[in-house]
């Protein structure tokens, strides 16, 4: 009998020693899990004015979804305080549970700062956290400005109101638990058995393979996907993971067979292109005016009332009606229009020193036929490896805001009209034939430049009306400038979108419209029978170094993700990327799908079979599969 009592007596502290760590850890786990369900709910919230909306089921799914990544998370935030408390449990300390405290003030914050971080990524890039922002990150001052954008004072808001919620919650009712009783077997076993549970919790199950991005994607809304994935998961995710990305990402296929596709999709036939020019070798100035979107320029239907000398330049030039830009920043854009190289998803080329070197480009062609190169911007040239790039590529000249004497400065850069001014006094001296490449840079997110208000309100899309108003005056003075300098008469002036914005129509970035650019071809060189005409003909950025050379009668085969959209026996293609993602648009008709759902987004084809959509679909799988494949074959 007295054998019995004393094992009673020695189990059960024990008992109440699992019973209250179990509990400990229990609450901590599902404090956490709501804090993340907090954070994908105001996701959704942040989120919905400005897309698809979503219905209470989905809403719904995606926390369902979402379980397994919030699980994974929370296990990743609980590794540390177990091994604390796992000291704790050998000898009571007050430091080591004040250690746990502000361990978890310190990854709420940080949780925290993700989310919001994420808030306004997504509302601006379409998606969270990347490799290709934490690039960007490399240059502090345009990444800080460029999310001056977002509401700054509602974002802190959300992180203080979640944050401070959760900490009181666990200083009330979780903190009080913690304990470091029980037998020495209790002490050493339990942390273990923690720390097992946590590992396989943190890797989503005991499968094979670990839980992935992909596994919580159920939706063909893409912002509903991206609320699944959980942002501390997809952080940490993404600082594991290279920034190369995966080459069997977009492996969908038979490489054989996604190269016939490909090849069907950029014919090489024999040369039947419309020259535009007089002139066999005319001077080219390009301009790439940024953020502009075709739904903002008068000559593309919008009636804003903000591009007049853009519409006038129009009225008497040459432009091409369905022009897209490959992806949404200006590295992409530039990367497109000289390499012929399109966006990726995940990643940016012109970041790779490895890779763009081995990039073909068309300032080293047109230098070899007796072009003189040169680039000018108001911007930092070193801001995303540019000058770096621009260099590789044949440019022998490249002009920067350092080498102009500014008298004005908006956050990313010198005003347009100062950067026009410049270029007109450089070139006065200037060696013809050449091609310039210029880069405005007022109409950049924040649009902080101090321009006059042709709309009087201060919205975002005010801002933005505003600045493309100002650029658009700019290019106006220096056209009429232009035209008073020798060099003009024989000189192609085309005016490039670098990439679309979401203003003015708010548009998601998965949207074909996000992605519509102004393309306009103007100047004394274009040849009569071009004058005032439209092209409604699809085509890209990644279109035009084979269209430069071949108005030039170059050979243009090593650019092999474009075709010359002057050659109507060429398919008459454009497509883009997004956060992974394609859309492709053949003439009238149009696929957008999510590669990690592996859904159809959006897709348009009117007066066609069904098999035409999924003939598009399988396509553009082709055509992202064999673009991976180029862009790691290129090396490093």
């Keep these: 009998m007295q054998k019995d009592e004393d094992d009673s007596l020695i189990l059960r502290p024990n008992t109440r020693a699992m019973i209250r760590t179990f509990r400990y850890f229990i609450s901590f786990f599902l404090l956490l899990l709501a ?4 954070q994908r709910t105001v996701f959704i919230l942040y989120q ?5 909306a979503i219905s209470f089921s989905e809403y719904v799914s995606s926390n369902l979804h979402a379980f397994i990544l919030d699980v994974a998370a929370t296990c990743y935030m609980l590794v540390i305080p177990v091994m604390l408390w796992s000291v704790l449990l050998v000898k009571d300390s007050i430091s080591l549970r004040k250690a746990i405290w502000w361990y978890l003030f310190f990854v709420i914050v940080v949780s925290g700062i993700i989310h919001i971080v994420d808030l306004g990524l997504y509302y601006e890039w379409g998606s969270k956290i990347n490799h290709k922002a934490i690039s960007c990150m490399a240059y502090p001052k345009e990444a800080i400005a460029a999310s001056l954008s977002s509401p700054v004072w509602l974002l802190l808001f959300i992180l203080i109101v979640e944050s401070v919620f959760l900490l009181l919650l666990y200083k009330k009712y979780v903190h009080p638990i913690l304990n470091g009783s029980g037998s020495i077997a209790f002490k050493l076993l339990t942390p273990v058995l923690m720390l097992g549970l946590l590992f396989i919790g943190s890797r989503g199950g005991t499968q094979d393979k670990p839980v992935r991005k992909g596994d919580v994607y159920f939706s063909n809304n893409p912002m509903i996907n991206q609320a699944s994935a959980n942002s501390f998961w997809n952080f940490i995710n993404v600082l594991a993971t290279e920034d190369a990305g995966d080459p069997a990402a977009y492996h969908i296929m038979p490489d054989n067979e996604a190269s016939m596709l490909v090849k069907e999709l ?12 007089s002139l066999s070798k005319p001077n080219f100035v390009v301009v790439l005016m940024e953020s502009f979107s075709s739904e903002v320029v008068g000559a593309f239907g919008a009636d804003y009332g903000a591009t007049p000398n853009l519409d006038s330049l129009a009225a008497t030039g040459f ?7 490959t992806g949404f920043r200006t590295d992409q854009g530039m990367v497109a229009i000289e390499s012929g190289f399109p966006a990726q998803p995940k990643t940016a080329v012109i970041y790779r020193y490895g890779k763009f070197e081995k990039l073909p480009s068309l300032a080293s062609k047109l230098v070899e036929s007796g072009y003189q190169t040169a680039y000018y911007s108001a911007g930092d040239n070193a801001f995303a490896n540019t000058d770096a790039y621009l260099l590789s590529a044949g440019y022998q000249k490249l002009h920067g805001k350092d080498g102009m004497k500014v008298k004005r400065m908006a956050l990313f850069g010198a005003y347009d009209d100062e950067l026009f001014d410049f270029y007109l006094k450089d070139a006065a001296s200037v060696v013809q034939p050449f091609y310039h490449l210029m880069v405005t840079i007022v109409s950049h997110e924040p649009f902080d430049a101090r321009v006059d208000k042709f709309r009087k309100g201060n919205s975002l ?5 505003n600045t493309v108003r100002y650029t658009d005056n700019a290019i106006g003075d220096f056209i009429r ?14 005016f490039m979108g670098d990439h679309a ?5 708010n548009r998601n970035a998965w949207e074909t419209e996000r992605h519509h650019i102004p393309f306009i071809v103007y100047g004394e060189p274009l040849k009569k029978s071009f004058r005032g005409t439209v092209s409604s003909r699809t085509a890209c950025q990644s279109d035009f170094p084979s269209f430069i050379s071949a108005q030039l009668d170059l050979p243009h085969e090593e650019f092999k993700w474009g075709n010359d959209f002057m050659n109507g026996t ?5 497509f883009y990327t997004f956060e992974d993602g394609l859309g492709i648009l053949l003439q009238d008709t149009s696929v957008v799908f999510d590669n990690q759902s592996l859904k159809i987004i959006n897709a348009r084809y009117p007066g066609m079979a069904d098999s035409v959509k999924r003939e598009l679909y399988h396509g553009g799988q082709a055509l992202l599969q064999q673009l991976t494949k180029a862009y790691f074959e290129l090396g490093d």
């Design 35 to 38: 804090y993340f369900f907090v």
């Design 48 to 52: 919905l004015p400005h897309s698809v």
């Design 266 to 277: 950029f014919k090489q036939p024999a040369d039947s292109t419309s020259k535009l020019f």
């Design 319 to 325: 432009i091409m009606s369905q022009f897209y830009a």
């Design 461 to 465: 899309l005010d801002k933005y009306i």
């Design 481 to 494: 400038k232009a035209r008073k300098e020798p060099w003009y008469k024989n000189t192609v002036f085309i």
């Design 501 to 505: 914005h979401r203003m003015p129509m």
């Design 570 to 574: 060429t398919p008459a293609l454009a």
